[in-house]
């Protein structure tokens, strides 16, 4: 038995018809998954005996085949394309919502959020404007927690007990506040040093990828090329802090 199981992390599953979200932030779309690459990545966890859970069973209980699937923000595309898809080859999603974007264009609106539900898989947060919660004062992060959290168990009638932190800058004063929010299951990109159980970290699946490197990433690893740009990325996140990073990431992106 195993802690923490592996943790995939999807934005959107993408077609040559779907639409892009306006409010979408820039770069969003290296993320983007096409249908048809995510039913051959599904094929693999199939071929290869992985099994989808959810964080309500025991924390101290999962095996080396089992496996989280997540999804960040809410797009359409996720009840349209991922949806089907998953129920295909039995697998369960959790589904992290910007409570904001909720029934925006190019976002599920209730009805398809209450499907996702419906059909088994798990609705938790993603925040209620998806703002950095690092760059933000506390009465701010207590807000951005507590009201998404509110708003969909409001509109829902669930228990809203899982968040993903937005943008992936997470410290310990924000996994602190998420308990206080209410939060049992904390999801992030990297799993701070003495977090606990309860918290996540999860490997982003990019549109990049071939079949070959997500099996790679499945056995824990990456080429060394990438994991130097991610230690290069991470030491410029933590001199240059959140919102200046972001900013410094977008323009460059637009420059591309």
């Known amino acids: 038995m195993i802690t923490q199981p592996i943790v995939l992390m999807y934005h959107g599953i993408v077609t040559p018809q779907t639409p892009v979200p306006r409010e979408r932030e820039t ?3 290296l993320y983007d998954v096409t249908a048809e690459n ?6 693999w966890l199939k071929k290869n005996l992985y099994r989808t859970v959810t964080i309500r069973k025991n924390l101290d209980a999962f095996s080396t085949r089992e496996m989280l699937l997540t999804f960040d923000d809410g797009e359409m595309n996720n009840c349209t394309a991922a949806l089907p898809l998953l129920k295909e080859f039995g697998f369960t999603g959790h589904f992290f919502l910007i409570a904001k974007r909720i029934g925006k264009d190019g976002y599920m609106g209730w009805e398809q959020i209450r499907r996702l539900n419906a059909e088994g898989m798990i609705i938790g947060s993603h925040g209620f404007s998806h703002e950095i919660l690092t760059n933000l004062l506390d009465p701010q992060i207590r ?7 509110k708003y969909l168990e409001r509109n829902l009638g669930l228990s809203i007990e899982s968040i993903s932190i937005p943008r992936g800058f997470c410290d310990d004063k924000i996994i602190r506040m998420a308990r206080e929010a209410g939060y049992r299951y ?3 990109s990297e799993k701070l040093d003495g977090a606990g159980a309860d918290c ?3 490997v982003a699946v990019k549109s990049s990828w071939t079949i070959d490197r997500f099996a790679q990433a499945m056995q824990g690893s990456a080429p060394i090329r990438e994991k130097i740009l991610v230690s290069c990325k991470n030491g410029v996140k933590k001199i240059l802090g959140g919102g200046a990073y972001d900013w410094v990431r977008r323009m460059m992106l637009k420059i591309k």
Request: aromatic share 14%; hydrophobic share 45%.
């Open 200 to 202: 996540f970290s999860r």
């Open 186 to 188: 904390i999801f992030v």
């Open 38 to 43: 995510f039913r051959a990545q599904l094929e």
């Open 143 to 149: 807000e951005e927690l507590s009201a998404s959290r």
């Open 27 to 29: 770069g969003a779309d």
